[in-house]
Nanobody, 121 residues
């Protein structure tokens, strides 16, 4: 399975920013569209956005649109999630994975441990 390691989470105040990283190991990341997902307490895991192989195309759910930006550096085999204007409702564990149809995880991709983002004052 394709595996990724998420990092960069932490505690941040409302309105703050955080950048998450998603590192791939053992394969070439640029072959895959990538998605970011999150799971808040008591809720199902949801896809929040995706980025195409080249990084040109991105798409986001309405709840994060305009605040979150997905980017990728294929040379570094890494995908990023820049989160700005964070809200308490963004509190969740965040995951990355190979994306199908943007908001669905590709079955070839395994869930990693994710990284916890907590937005609180």
């Amino acid at each position: 399975q394709l595996q990724f390691v998420e990092s960069g989470g932490g505690l941040v105040q409302p309105g703050g920013s955080l950048r998450l990283s998603c590192a791939a190991s053992g394969f070439t990341l640029d072959n895959y569209a990538m998605g970011w997902f999150r799971q808040a307490p008591g809720k199902e895991r949801e896809g929040i956005g995706c980025i195409g192989r080249s990084g040109v195309s991105t798409n986001y759910v309405d709840s994060v649109k305009g605040r979150f930006t997905i980017s990728r550096d294929n040379a570094k085999n890494t995908v990023y999630l820049q989160m700005n204007s964070l809200k308490p409702e963004d509190t969740a564990r965040y995951y990355c994975a190979v994306s199908q149809y943007c908001f669905v995880k590709d079955i070839r991709s395994a869930w990693g441990q994710g990284t916890q983002v907590t937005v609180s004052s």
